[in-house]
């Protein structure tokens, strides 16, 4: 298992991780398997989602806030309610497919650190399996 560290500088950030984990990929040597990327943050989650066009994290952020907004008489004490429920909405960890070296994923695909609760220090967990 190889585990990245993220940083985060925002309440809520997301954050490209594709390269980092594709390195990973590369490094172990392996041709075919998948990949497990696993998030160990209960105020973070994992996705994946379109990288050509900026408008779409943008979206993504008012999409989230409005269903979920920041106050919203919460009981939880620490005040990161918010941070929780949107946790929920994204998984804590995605498997992908890995072929011939390379993570499959579509033309248009990427894969999100989301935070939901920063600005943090962060961690991903990659975990690779030969297929």
Do not use: C
Not at 23 to 52: L, R, W, Y
């Amino acid at each position: 298992m190889k585990t990245i560290q993220i940083n985060t500088k925002n309440r809520f950030d997301i954050v490209d991780i594709t390269s980092q984990v594709q390195s990973i990929v590369k490094n172990s040597g392996i041709s075919d398997g998948i990949v497990t990327i696993f998030i160990p943050h209960t105020t973070a989650g994992i996705s994946i989602n379109e990288n050509a066009d900026p408008d779409v994290i943008f979206d993504l952020k008012n999409i989230f806030n409005h269903m979920i907004p920041e106050h919203n008489n919460y009981k939880h004490m620490e005040g990161n309610s918010q941070a929780h429920a949107l946790s929920t909405l994204t998984s804590p960890s995605i498997t992908l497919i890995i072929e011939n070296g390379s993570i499959v994923l579509g033309t248009w695909q990427n894969i999100y650190f989301m935070e939901y609760d920063g600005p943090r220090n962060r961690k991903a967990h990659i975990k690779i399996i030969k297929g």
